[in-house]
Structures are given as structure tokens and as C-alpha cells.
């Protein structure tokens, strides 16, 4: 079965320091990886995926994550984050070609203090 | 456009009762998702519709859980004879087809509460 894990549960950050959120997954096979964010008061929404291609993506509001296979992971790093980034942010996972449902991991509350 | 919307968003029901939560993915969008979300947790698959089937509902908890999608739009997960474990926020995603790479568009949730 496949799993997702995030291993810092909160992170408390300054404005303008660097961010990199920890996600390692777990799956017998080519999985699709996805990183979704949700605001305060807000629905989940998508920052970025992989699905092939260049390990390194690019998605909204200045985040990039890097696919590593050999470490089965996909961090998720901002050079310089905001006060408005504060917010809950899930890793997931679906196996590439088969199961559309996504894993989630269980999530870091980010908190950016102004 | 709009978004997926959930109704409804808040649901206070008593141990033993049988609630319906609905779902309205965006439109034209083929594949829909149910996840449940407890607290201090990521959202946990539930079960997922292609068109007007159930394509995988592995994640349903127990046959006390069933849902339905009769036109291939609106969405109804039910639960029957509520438990007080079955507290958490009922999420719906929708995507436009059902490819395993396609962006799901969540709703906002259905905060379920049994008393």
C-alpha cells in the first residue's frame, strides 16, 4: 500500500527566510506527486505536481519542489517566504497509469510571523 | 468559473442517524472523488466515479457508507446509522478527465459532527 510522510508537523518561519517542507513517499511503482496548499478559512488547491519530465517544478506563488527518486521524496522548498504563505501544505501521491484516488501525508501547518 | 461546491457545509446529527452530503463537481468535469479528512489528518480516499459509476470505492469504511452519482454531475455520499468515529470534513474533487496526472479541484468540505 502506498503512504506519505511529512515528518515536521509545524514549522514556524520569519518573512523572508527559506523554506523546505519535507515529503518521502512510499510506492511500489511510477507515482505522480502533487503538493496542495490550504489557506485559512480556505478549500485545498494545488501548488504544484510531477508527473514526468524535469525532476525540478515550478508552481504558483514562487514554490518549486524537487523529485528525487532515489530518496523517494519531493520537498518542497520557497527562497523566501511570506506572511500570506501561512497555511496548512499536503504532499500526495498517486500511482502513474493506474489509481487516480490521491495519498495524502498528514500535513505541516506552516506559520510565517510578519 | 465556480468551483465545487458542498452542502451542506456544516452537519449536526445524532449517533444512529442517517445523513446525505451532496457534492456539485464543476462542470463537465467526468471524474469525482469523495475523501474524509479527521482531524489533524491529510483527506483519506473514500471512493471515486467515472462518469455515473463508481470506478473504485476501496476506501468506503463499511457498507454503512454509500454513494452515488445517478447523472454523471451531482454526487450524494450517505452514511447510515451515524457513529460518533464518523465526525470529520467530507471532501469532494472534481477533475476534467480521468487521467491519473489530472489536477483535483476540491470543494470546500462538509464539516459532519455526531453527537
Known amino acids: 500500500a502506498q503512504s506519505v510522510s511529512q515528518h515536521n508537523h509545524h514549522v514556524i518561519l520569519s518573512e523572508a527566510a527559506s523554506l523546505e517542507l519535507g515529503c518521502n513517499y512510499s510506492y511500489g511503482g511510477t507515482v505522480n506527486l502533487f503538493w496542495y496548499v490550504q489557506y485559512p478559512g480556505q478549500h485545498l488547491q494545488l501548488l504544484l505536481k510531477y508527473f514526468s519530465g524535469d525532476p525540478l517544478v515550478k508552481g504558483i506563488k514562487g514554490f518549486e519542489a524537487e523529485f528525487i527518486k532515489s530518496k523517494f521524496s519531493f520537498n518542497l522548498r520557497k527562497p523566501s517566504v511570506q506572511w500570506s504563505d501561512t497555511a496548512e501544505y499536503f504532499c500526495?501521491?498517486?500511482?502513474?497509469?493506474?489509481?487516480?484516488?490521491?495519498?495524502f501525508g498528514s500535513g505541516t501547518q506552516l506559520t510565517v510571523l510578519p | 468559473g465556480a468551483g465545487v461546491s458542498q452542502t451542506p457545509s456544516n452537519k449536526v446529527t445524532e449517533k444512529g442517524k442517517y445523513v446525505e452530503l451532496r457534492c456539485d463537481p464543476i462542470s463537465g468535469h467526468t471524474a469525482l472523488y469523495w475523501y474524509r479528512q479527521s482531524l489533524g489528518q491529510g483527506p483519506e480516499f473514500l471512493i471515486y466515479f467515472q462518469g455515473t459509476g463508481a470506478a473504485d470505492d476501496s476506501g468506503l469504511p463499511n457498507d454503512r457508507f454509500f454513494a452515488v452519482r445517478p447523472e454523471g454531475s451531482v454526487s450524494t455520499l450517505k452514511i447510515q446509522r451515524t457513529e460518533r468515529g464518523d465526525s470529520a470534513v467530507y471532501l469532494c474533487?472534481?477533475?476534467?478527465?480521468?487521467?491519473?496526472?489530472?489536477?483535483?479541484?476540491f470543494g470546500p468540505g462538509t464539516r459532519l459532527l455526531v453527537l
Open positions: 474533487a472534481s477533475s476534467p478527465r480521468t487521467g491519473d496526472s489530472e489536477t483535483q479541484y
Open positions: 500526495a501521491v498517486n500511482g502513474a497509469g493506474s489509481a487516480r484516488q490521491l495519498t
